[in-house]
């Protein structure tokens, strides 16, 4: 129950945002793709979580593989769905003309971040599991979920732009960052809620950068190989 609570308390934080920005901007919001919104982000924790461990375990290991392809398999298939289109969802190799040399600050400056991330909190001596883990199903089921499939709904729930740093944001780029960070440093356990602001600006003030660069490309490539690097440099160096 309490990871269903947790999942609830999410969602319900997601509508609420949306109902403040609809009070502030009359006609702003989409509630039908907002809605969508709050399914795909329950879907996705319903899987990750192996539909809260009803679901019997085939993979086995010291990792959740087996959730990450099964929410890695929902993202694929509901954005090939004529309603989003894979290439709407950045779920394409062709970047965006001049977007590489342009996103090449972005990308050094999130590689740095992670370097010395690591440096100063190393890690334990790794497995080959967890090296082979790290190296591919953060940055393939997350990024292709929160900086694609999601990132699109949102996009589409809340239709007012404001252009900084040359890409167009809306609330629902934001929103999908709060949501990311929120995945990771947020918790309801033992009859309480918990919540860790570190965490949380580790995940998702990096996820603001995957998003410029999701929006200036027009692709999750990059994103997803800069995560699986930021997740990964760790157990490296």
Known sequence: MDPIISIASIIAMLVASGGLIAVRRPGSVDWRWLATAAGLVFLNDLLLTNAYGLIPHAL???????GKVLALGATLAIAAAPRFGWRQAGMTLQQAPGSLRASLPIVIGYCALFLAIALV???????????????????L???LFYRGLLLLALD???TGRKRLLGVDWSWGAILSC????????????????????????LTSV??????????????VLLP???HNFGNAIGLIV
């Open 60 to 66: 086995r290991g010291q990792w959740n593989w087996q």
């Open 121 to 139: 909190f190393p890690d334990d001596p790794p497995t080959g599991e967890t090296i082979a883990f790290q190296l591919t199903m953060p940055g």
């Open 141 to 143: 089921e997350e990024e």
């Open 156 to 158: 589409k729930a809340f």
């Open 178 to 201: 709060a949501l990311f960070g929120l995945a990771h440093a947020f918790r309801y356990a033992d009859g309480s809620f918990s919540f860790d602001p570190i965490y949380m600006a």
């Open 206 to 219: 990096p996820s603001l950068l995957a998003v410029w660069l999701r929006l200036r490309t027009g692709s």
């Open 224 to 226: 997803v190989v800069l």
